[in-house]
């Protein structure tokens, strides 16, 4: 699964954009946006789903990668 995760998040984005966005996504609300402000990412969405570059290129997170998920069954 966190293979797969980490796959769509390189597929999807630009290098600087991705690492933008993966850290803010790991981080606290504070640092999250110091560092989407830093890489000059604009966040359209509170939850960080629909973002902008400075060129006004759209990158669109699937929620999934913003969050563990809870609707999966662990094998015993």
Partial sequence: MKRKL???WMISFLPEIWDALR???????TLAQAIVDSAGVIVQSADLTTC?????????LPK???CEPTNLVRDS
């Fill in 52 to 60: 902008y570059d400075e060129r006004g290129a759209k990158y669109e």
């Fill in 6 to 8: 980490a796959e769509d």
């Fill in 64 to 66: 999934y990668v913003l």
């Fill in 23 to 29: 850290a803010a996504a790991e981080a606290d609300l």
